[in-house]
């Protein structure tokens, strides 16, 4: 059974403070990773993809991939309370079709 | 340009009625997702769509269920003789097939109501 974890939260941060997001995902193979943000009542929205060990940064998002270690996390910086949302990390399912993994997804509370 | 639209909003209906949610995903995706997610629950797979065939139908729950794609394009769940643990919202996701690329993109959903 392939498996996306994230810890469930909530993770609550100050308005301006690095908020750090984890997922880790079972199956090896794996080569695309994702990150959405789902707000309160609304459908997930993507924000941010990544297929390579490293960082990728897209202005206050970075995305980090460690293939070896099967992790990959989401740092928002300068949070501010706008970002409050369930956070979902999905994960391609490396067989053959074009499903996703997801994550049950981490809730994110930015305190002003 | 315009993204996932799906229809309508809000459905309410009464146990043991059908009822028919649409999806219409970004022009040109070929791939085309449904998914269900209860409230405060994660997202829960139901069938996958790869042009008009189902490649994975495995997440419907029941033969209560069935969905199909014509002209590679729009979507229609249908749910039949639907159940109060039917009320859920859902949800449709597009996606492109070109160069490997696995991004699914949602509609806003359709919340249904079983009274």
């Known amino acids: 059974q392939k498996e996306v974890e994230q810890n469930s939260g909530p993770l609550s941060v100050p308005e301006g403070a690095i908020a750090s997001l984890n997922c880790t995902y079972s199956?090896?193979?794996?080569?695309?990773f994702f990150w959405y943000r789902q707000y309160s009542g609304k459908s997930p929205e993507l924000i941010m993809s990544?297929?390579s060990n490293g960082d990728k940064e897209d202005g206050r998002f970075t995305a980090q991939l460690n293939k070896a270690s099967q992790y990959v996390s989401l740092l928002i910086r300068d949070s501010q309370p706008s970002d409050s949302a369930t956070y979902l990390c999905a994960v391609d399912n490396a067989g053959n079709n074009r499903k996703l993994i997801w994550g049950l997804g981490t809730s994110l509370a930015v305190n002003p | 340009g315009a993204g996932v639209s799906q229809s309508p909003s809000n459905k309410v209906t009464e146990k043991g009625k059908d009822v028919e949610l649409r999806c219409d995903p970004i022009s040109g995706h070929t791939a085309l997702y449904w998914y269900r997610q209860s409230l405060g629950q994660g997202l829960e797979f139901l069938i996958y769509f790869q042009g008009n065939s189902a490649p994975d139908k495995s997440g419907l729950p029941s033969d209560r269920f069935s969905a199909e794609r014509t002209g590679g394009s729009v979507s229609t769940l249908t749910i039949q003789r639907t159940q109060q643990e039917d009320s859920a919202v859902y949800l449709c996701a597009s996606s492109p097939s070109s160069g490997g690329s696995y991004e699914q993109y949602f509609g806003p959903g359709t919340r249904l109501t079983v009274t």
């Open positions: 990544i297929y």
């Open positions: 199956d090896r193979v794996s080569q695309s």
